[in-house]
């Protein structure tokens, strides 16, 4: 992409009324712009990232065998007057009637919508185990919409269902769930921690939020500092072994890490304490078995191959997506601007042209972003006849993780500068070694 042809409205001034960085940044860097409370445009430079962010979590969930489909974001009221959600949901469901005077509401979440897809289509328990996931834009009428996209009111969120014959299948689906978003939030690269987490309007005996330490984050969050040396690497796993998911879930869990609504000052006292550690932290994601709860209610049976129906075991498991770009912003910023993860940057490299219109320095550029096309990576070549400096803080601010700056001086001895955003360095090479150099 060229900056000139691009659509990257940058703010020079800071928002007064962003509070905190990652929507400062996000204000500034032009990828959103507020429709209203809560509800955000997405601009092309954010758009990008979103888009990067979710293709990671449908490749993590179509490995860990679960299967994508998309459900409407409009829904009828009647599946939630079946399931009693109706009225417990209380005012963040934005109801809307339509013509015919109809009940609907923008779904805040998709029980109801799958149960009913499912007891549609399944009798058998020949058809289990199943996960069926969407991502989708969910409409919650947060009392406080703040922090830009983090808790906004239209929000895309990846929800996954599994159903399952026996709790012990559907303990399977929560562990494998468990193990997939611990690879999906690493790709990103951030760290979020799985912790012991209340059940809430959803209901449940099993579930976990997934955590990202943030000063700015709206959890306060109790846990062991050994957690924070966990990582789940590169390292291969079975999805459909029942140990291989359970031996993951218990090095990730055994430790003490809880929010601040199952924190338990008893439990605390024996985690050593020279280890114990308070904090914040941005919910990213959270995984709930609930059992029968809808199943029963919504009559989703199967039968069981020995005579008998009965109602299926399900859990659901959401990634907070549109939130995601925020969070990740929080953990990976400094005074400049954004630091992309190699894993969502929204283009790889920057290409810098110091003196635009001069000869040279333009056909270099041009070699440039051919070469690294050609390797398979997106370059964002600002072309613009803007001062140096105004193009390297539009670069520090956008954070793509390498740049590269082309400039008559140094092209006289065939040389090109290499500056990567994460540790400032910069560094003379040729064309072709800076080419190299880009993952
Ligand atoms: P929170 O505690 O922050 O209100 P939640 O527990 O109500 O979130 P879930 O029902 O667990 O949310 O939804 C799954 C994920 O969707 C959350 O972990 C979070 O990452 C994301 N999410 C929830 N509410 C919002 C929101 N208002 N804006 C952006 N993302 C959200
Ligand atoms: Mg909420
Ligand atoms: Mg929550
Ligand atoms: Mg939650």
Redesign the pocket.
């Given at each position: 992409m060229r900056l000139s042809r691009y659509f990257l409205p940058v703010l020079k001034e800071t928002p007064a009324e962003a509070q905190i960085v990652s929507h400062r940044y996000m204000l500034r860097a032009g990828m959103i712009k507020q429709a209203s409370a809560?509800i955000y445009s997405w601009l092309p430079l954010g758009y990008k990232v979103l888009r990067r962010i979710e293709q990671i979590v449908h490749e993590e969930q179509v490995r860990a065998g679960h299967i994508p489909m998309l459900m409407p974001t409009l829904q009828s009221a009647d599946l939630w007057k079946e399931s009693g959600r109706y009225d417990a949901y209380g005012p963040e469901m934005l109801r809307i009637r339509d013509r015919h005077d109809r009940d609907m509401l923008y779904g805040p979440?998709n029980e109801e919508l799958i149960t009913d897809i499912f007891r549609s289509h399944v009798t058998s328990y020949k058809d289990l185990p199943l996960t069926l996931y969407h991502i989708q834009w969910k409409f919650?009428d947060?009392i406080r919409?703040r922090f830009g996209?983090?808790?906004?009111?239209e929000?895309l969120?990846k929800?996954g269902y599994n159903f399952d014959l026996t709790k012990e299948d559907a303990l399977h689906a929560y562990n494998r769930h468990l193990v997939s978003y611990l690879r999906t939030y690493e790709r990103m690269g951030l760290q979020a921690i799985p912790m012991r987490a209340d059940s809430?309007p959803?209901g449940g005996d099993d579930t976990h939020?997934?955590l990202v330490l943030a000063e700015t984050g709206?959890?306060e969050v109790f846990y062991d500092s050994e957690i924070t040396d966990l990582k789940f690497g590169d390292r291969t796993i079975d999805y459909d072994s029942h140990d291989q998911c359970r031996a993951v879930l218990e090095e990730f869990t055994s430790r003490y890490a809880r929010t601040d609504e199952t924190h338990d000052e008893a439990v605390w006292a024996d985690v050593p304490e020279e280890r114990r550690r308070v904090a914040r932290g941005i919910?990213?994601?959270?995984i709930f078995y609930f059992g029968t709860k809808y199943s029963e209610a919504m009559g989703a049976v199967v039968d069981d191959g020995q005579g008998g129906r009965v109602p299926v075991h399900m859990g659901s498991h959401?990634?907070?997506v549109?939130?995601l770009v925020g969070a990740i912003i929080e953990a990976s910023h400094d005074e400049n601007g954004i630091i992309w993860p190699e894993g969502v940057t929204p283009y790889q490299v920057g290409i810098v042209n110091l003196k635009q219109g001069d000869a040279g320095c333009d056909a270099a550029c041009e070699d440039l972003y051919k070469a690294v096309t050609a390797k398979g990576l997106e370059p964002l070549y600002d072309d613009r006849s803007e001062r140096a400096g105004a193009k390297f803080a539009t670069m520090d601010l956008i954070g793509l993780p390498w740049r590269i700056t082309v400039g008559p001086r140094g092209l006289k001895s065939g040389m090109v500068e290499l500056t990567s955003r994460r540790t400032g360095e910069s560094e003379e090479m040729t064309p072709e070694a800076a080419i190299a150099r880009l993952a």
């Open positions: 809560g979440t919650r947060e919409p996209v983090m808790r906004g009111r929000f969120m929800d809430g959803i939020e997934f709206e959890s919910e990213v994601g959270q959401g990634i907070g549109s939130r």
